[in-house]
């Protein structure tokens, strides 16, 4: 469920967000992040970082492109030293 307080993915404009770490001063700043795509962020950061309105239009991502989003590929084997 949204949290009214906090809000909402910058990246995938999810409405609900996880509250991920605090400052270790409290009050400072937190650490969220979107439960749909995953973009983590801390609410200090600048507003083109925080706020979907804000957010680089290159990089926003819509449920659609999420939706159909390729397999991240897999890490392929170390290659040894010859
Ligand atoms: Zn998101």
């Known amino acids: 469920m949204a949290d ?3 809000p909402g993915c ?3 404009a999810h409405g609900d967000t996880e509250h991920i770490h605090a400052s ?6 937190d650490v969220l992040r979107c439960p749909r795509c995953l973009y983590m962020w801390r609410t200090s950061e ?3 970082r925080t706020r ?5 239009e290159g ?3 819509t449920e659609a492109d ?17």
């Open 4 to 6: 009214p307080t906090r």
């Open 10 to 12: 910058p990246r995938c």
């Open 24 to 29: 270790p001063v409290p009050g400072v700043w």
């Open 46 to 48: 600048p507003a083109r």
């Open 52 to 56: 979907r309105e804000h957010y680089p």
């Open 59 to 61: 990089f926003r991502l």
């Open 66 to 82: 999420l939706a159909n989003a390729d397999e991240v590929p897999a890490v392929p084997p170390l290659r040894r030293a010859t």
